[in-house]
């Protein structure tokens, strides 16, 4: 049986191959993900963030649990987005989530960023093709929620579920800055230490003051203790209730066609990019056009419109 039949018949030694390939990015990735295309926008994609120790792999872990508990086959993704710095953060995650790994209906990959631009993101939903194309019903994302880059990715999932805990003060208007808005769940985890209930009354207040989302869904807020297991069940419930929300209004239908924009204009982006730099450098214009910006002979401005203009005359002749 061929590699892709494999991937497609749900084996994890071949979607590990799979994704090697992926993250090295050889062009014989790119030949598996085409043919992959065909089976993938059928999961049901959560995104989980929040600050680093909030016990996000350790909720993650649980609800692998609950999930194949439902017969569910289950893929997560646990990014890094700081590593190497954060080398352990990996192994964390690996570990916490050890217990599924000989599940053959669970598949963890752990992806740290190789530092170069949008590989992160690339990879990512790259992962999330194979996932989605092995038959996976359910694919967590775990990001850590620092940047704008972990938000994007969690953009791309049907619902996104931010994880804070007691204590972290400051971090709950991090939160309110940036993530308020995005979250269509909100945990509080680490529910057995006493500050917990102080740190929901927070959080319901802040989204009381806030605006009320345009799609008219209520984020619900949780109490959860990943170590405990209380308030799993609770939770998973209330994904299953925003999933219905999606469902019934028409959103899980157009967060496909979403994603699909979304992953176009990712490889559009670096293809125009790619092929401008190859060019630039291939014919020796780069460090020209670079010397004469430092000199101020010419202004970066112009000499991007003068490439897309040459660019729109080449679509125009093919
Ligand atoms: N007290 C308590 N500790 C927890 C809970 N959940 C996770 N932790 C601990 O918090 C630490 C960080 O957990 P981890 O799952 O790696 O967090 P992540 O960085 O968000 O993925 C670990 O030492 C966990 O044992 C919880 O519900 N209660
Ligand atoms: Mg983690």
Redesign the pocket.
């Known amino acids: 049986m061929g590699l892709i039949d494999q991937v497609l018949k749900g084996d994890k030694r071949a979607a590990a191959r799979v994704m090697r390939l992926v993250e090295d990015d050889v062009p014989e990735a790119r030949e598996v993900l085409k043919r992959l295309y065909p089976y993938t926008g059928r999961a049901y994609i959560i995104g989980i963030t929040?600050p680093?120790?909030?016990?996000?792999?350790?909720?993650v872990d649980k609800m692998v649990e609950e999930f194949r508990n439902e017969g569910k086959s289950v893929g997560v993704i646990a990014v890094d987005p700081t590593s190497p710095f954060s080398g352990g953060?990996i192994l964390?995650?690996r570990i916490?989530m050890q217990r599924h790994s000989t599940d053959p209906n669970v598949f963890i990959k752990s992806l740290a960023t190789r530092g170069h631009l949008g590989g992160l993101s690339k990879a990512t939903d790259d992962v999330i093709q194979v996932m989605d194309a092995m038959g996976k019903d359910v694919i967590m994302v775990?990001t850590v929620g620092v940047g704008q880059d972990e938000v994007d990715i969690v953009k791309t999932a049907d619902t996104t579920m931010v994880?804070t805990v007691p204590g972290l003060g400051d971090d709950i208007q991090a939160i309110k800055a940036g993530i308020l808005e995005i979250a269509d769940v909100f945990v509080v985890?680490?529910?057995?230490?006493p500050e917990a209930d102080k740190t929901i009354r927070e959080l319901e207040m802040m989204l009381e003051m806030g605006a009320s989302r345009k799609d008219g869904w209520k984020p619900p807020i949780l109490k959860?203790?990943?170590?405990?297991g209380e308030g799993v069940k609770e939770l998973i419930n209330a994904l299953r209730e925003h999933r219905i929300f999606l469902e019934t209004s028409g959103r899980f239908e157009s967060y496909r066609r979403d994603r699909v924009a979304h992953t176009f204009e990712n490889l559009l982006k670096d293809k125009l990019f790619h092929t401008a730099m190859t060019r630039l450098k291939g014919n020796g214009t780069y460090g020209k056009l670079i010397n004469e910006m430092f000199n101020k002979r010419k202004d970066p401005y112009s000499v991007i419109e003068k490439l897309s203009c040459q660019c729109s005359l080449e679509a125009k002749e093919s």
């Open positions: 929040g680093p120790g909030a016990g996000k792999s350790s909720l953060a964390g995650d916490r775990e994880v985890n680490k529910g057995d230490k959860v203790s990943a170590t405990q």
